[in-house]
Each structure stands twice: as C-alpha cells, then as structure tokens.
C-alpha cells in the first residue's frame, strides 16, 4: 500500500494460511475495508497507522466432509486517525471478517468494528 498508513504487527500472509479466503494481501483487504468505513463515519478522517497488538483469533468451521465452509477471523487493532477537525485519535479495537459458504457460489464474507477505546481528540 504505497502512500498508505504505517502498518505494523501483522503476521505476513505467508505465516497465516488460514487466511488465504481474504485474498493474497490480506492485511491491504482489511486496511481498506477499515479505511472505508471511517470514512463513511467522517469523509476527511485519514488513517495515519494500524497495528496489529496480537496474532488474528481464527475460527474454521468444517462440513460433513472435513472441508472448511465457514471461518472467522477477528484481529485486536490499534487504529491512529486524524479526524476532520485535525484532531488526533488511538482507537482501539476488535475487527473481525466473517466468511460463510466459502469455496461455493453462495460464498460471502462481511466484517464489522467493534471500538473498545478512544483516546485523543
């Protein structure tokens, strides 16, 4: 992610085959995604940084024939950001993907925040 926030913490994807249903680059898929609905919140907020404070908690589930149909990842995040008044923001948090159907037609994948902290402003 060139010109993109500073990332730290994240286990390269090649150590974390398990997540290979998020793409090649899964740390850019949540680096966007994440992006994306900050600035839904507030149009001129930039993402400065994102780390990663530990391994991702990853929870396959199988089918009747032992083939990974569900998984979830969910990732402890610090996030820092400028909101649009300039105000600098730590937020801290869980951020987790939910994939469902997953090497079949019907295969979908959501995500979603959940904020623990705010400190700054």
Request: aromatic share 10%.
């Amino acid at each position: 992610m060139t010109g993109g926030p500073e990332l730290h913490g994240f286990p390269p994807p090649e150590t974390v085959p398990d997540l290979r249903w998020l793409g090649p680059d899964y740390v850019s898929v949540l680096v966007y995604d994440l992006t994306r609905g900050l600035l839904r919140q507030d149009p001129r907020t930039s993402v400065m940084g994102v780390r990663c404070e530990g391994a991702p908690r990853l929870a396959p589930s199988v089918d009747p024939a032992g083939v990974i149909r569900a998984h979830d990842a969910c990732f402890p995040l610090q996030v820092y950001v400028q909101d649009g008044a300039g105000r600098l923001w730590c937020l801290r948090g869980r951020w987790t993907y939910w994939g469902r159907d997953l090497g079949t037609s019907a295969a979908s994948i959501t995500h979603a925040w959940r904020l623990l902290s705010a400190e700054g402003g």
